[in-house]
């Protein structure tokens, strides 16, 4: 009797195990298909089709106005740092600006700031490696909103 009330709380635990696993999937699976910050919102003085991001480059640094130094599309595993920079049309203060990076096709990350002031002209994402780190090898391909509209695409290799 024992190895049989046993059995039955053997298999109450996996399915309670393979409930968390899904919801966990399932959750995993929104995210990927909905970034987080994602809604169709707008700044106030901007309209819904308005373009705000006029161009995007990736480069090893960046100037004193956050323009790209020096763009490419080339980076080795070693580099310490890889900025996104996002050329801006005057976008209102408080525009969300937002990525999703994907590496192998595969979904990284995802992340959002918001334009400091009116009219900024440039605006980044950056990723960094801790000393004695690397970035990962692969193909990227980094996707941008302005709050939360698809705007645009680029790619980038890390070898």
């Known amino acids: ?17 393979l409930i968390v696993v899904l919801a966990g999937v399932g959750f995993l699976v929104y995210r990927h298909n909905h970034p987080a910050g994602h809604s169709s919102s707008t700044s106030k003085s901007q309209t819904k089709n308005q373009v705000v991001i006029s ?22 595993t070693s580099d310490p740092t890889i900025y996104t920079v996002l050329t801006l049309k005057s976008p209102a203060k408080d525009t969300r600006l937002e990525f999703v990076r994907y590496r ?6 995802n992340g959002s700031i918001k334009v400091a002031k009116d009219g900024a002209a440039y605006a980044g994402f950056i990723w960094s490696v801790k000393s004695g780190k690397a970035h990962p090898k692969g193909t990227y391909k980094v996707k941008v909103y302005t709050n939360g509209r698809y705007e645009r695409s680029a790619t980038y290799s890390v070898n």
């Open 1 to 17: 009797m024992a190895n049989r009330s046993q059995r039955g709380f053997a298999h109450l635990v996996l399915l309670v195990v």
């Open 104 to 109: 192998n096709d595969m979904f990284v990350g």
């Open 55 to 76: 161009d995007l480059q990736f480069s090893k640094s960046v100037d004193s106005q956050g323009a790209a130094v020096s763009p490419t599309t080339q980076f080795n």
